[in-house]
């Protein structure tokens, strides 16, 4: 029998059919030397901004920049207390310290892996108060300020709760949309959920870039001019320089990529749908296997990301992974250390939080491969390898009732 291969994430093939394509868009900006904005990096942000159907996108270097320049848009004041998943990428809180606020991590729901509004809202009650127009938090009297949550694995978070949480407490949004985009909530595409959407352009994400590439997407046009302007060096114009800024851009080069790979995002999305259904209907009868929940919405799978654990809630993660490896089956882990416990998160003893789902996940999750170019015989192979795992006379005992 031939021995299996499969990656986690592979680009080679998409690339391999979109060659020829690619290199005409490069060597356009080649030869026209419009490396750094002008008409390539515009076309792309109105390419964008229709796709989404959103007012404004100010395109930048990276999903991080993305989100310090949404926070920085948004006035986060120093000591701002800002509440977010501690499941996720650790660029989604790291920003909020990086203004001198504080993030506040807020417990998630265990099968969407998205931070769970009814916690959110008990915490406002348990902790917050109201004084004017600015809800401040009773221990520290710091204000909260604003909240990210995260469109975790490609699916939005509970957006109906989220936006009356954040209207009652006066709350702004930035939705950290960085793995879901194509996603949708209702009749909107994720990224236009809160008050700005930061999106990554990472070669690994949905739609990816061939380097860092990002963006920001708006409806106000107040914040896209303070966008615009952060994103700028705090540039007015000309040499009129208003406030502090950073630079960050995203390079023509990257741009019509990204332009290039725009119109095929939808078919990649679909395929990615197809794939998890494959693997959902797969492991439905696994018991110490829970698959990801589709709540409201258009999942599109950045990670098809399992829980492994035994009846008694043990992890079996570690020896699933080992076994899927073994037999040439790569599988990655989003993500092993939960944010609220890394102490630089932990900016003040007063507004520590205990997260005990986002630990238990981060100790049993494992991602398996997901990229659409994965043939159906690929997907199969997860999926048997996976079932033969547990068909083990070993495995018994841990799913025995
Ligand atoms: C949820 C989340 N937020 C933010 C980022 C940061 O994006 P970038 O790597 O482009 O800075 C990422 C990317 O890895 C991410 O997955």
């Known amino acids: 029998m031939k021995k299996l291969s499969i990656p986690a994430f592979s680009l080679g093939r998409q690339i391999a059919q979109n060659k020829t394509a690619l290199l005409a868009a490069f060597e356009q900006v080649i030869d026209q030397q419009a490396f750094i904005g002008g008409s390539f990096v515009a076309a792309f942000e109105q390419q964008l901004a ?19 320049m949404a926070l920085h848009a948004l006035r986060i004041p120093k000591n701002g207390i800002v509440l977010t998943t501690p499941f996720s990428f650790i660029a989604s809180s ?28 008990a915490w406002l009650e348990k902790n917050a108060y109201f004084e004017g127009q600015t809800t401040i938090h009773k221990a520290t009297g710091f204000p909260v300020v604003g909240i990210i949550p995260v469109d975790l694995f490609g699916q939005c978070a509970d957006y109906r709760m989220l936006h009356d949480i954040a209207e009652t407490w006066n709350l702004w949004i930035i939705e950290d949309t960085a793995q879901a985009i194509g996603a949708s ?44 302007q952060v994103r700028h060096h705090g540039r007015k114009a000309g040499y009129d320089y208003e406030e502090l800024g950073i630079n960050s851009r995203l390079d023509a080069l990257q741009a019509v990529a990204l332009a290039q790979r725009l119109p095929l995002l939808d078919g990649f999305n679909d395929r990615r749908r197809a794939i998890a259904q494959q693997y959902n209907h797969a492991f439905a009868t696994l018991p110490n296997v829970q698959v990801p929940r589709q709540i409201s919405g258009h999942h599109v799978y950045h990670q098809y990301t399992i829980l492994v654990r035994d009846i008694s809630g043990k992890s079996l993660r570690s020896e699933l992974e080992h076994y899927l490896a073994q037999h040439g089956i790569q599988t990655r882990i989003f993500y092993p250390q939960p944010l609220h416990t890394i102490p630089f998160l932990n900016t003040h003893l007063a507004l520590a939080t205990a997260c005990p789902v986002a630990t238990m996940v981060s100790d049993a999750c494992l991602s398996l491969p997901m990229w659409p170019e994965m043939t159906d015989e690929e997907v199969q192979a997860v999926c048997s390898t996976v079932q033969t795992f547990f068909a083990q006379p070993r495995m018994a005992q841990h799913s025995a009732v």
């Open 185 to 228: 909530y209702g009749e909107k595409k994720a990224g236009t959920l809160g008050n700005i959407g930061a999106f990554s352009f990472y070669p690994t994400k949905n739609l990816g870039a061939f380097g860092d590439a990002g963006a920001c997407v708006t409806d106000d046009p107040i914040l896209a001019e303070r966008l615009l």
């Open 94 to 121: 790291t920003e909020i310290a990086a203004h001198g606020g504080h993030p506040v991590f807020i417990d998630i729901e265990h099968d969407t892996f998205n931070i769970n509004p009814q916690l959110l809202a």
């Open 50 to 68: 229709t796709y989404l159907d959103s007012s404004y996108v100010i395109s930048c270097n990276s999903g991080t920049d993305a989100l310090w």
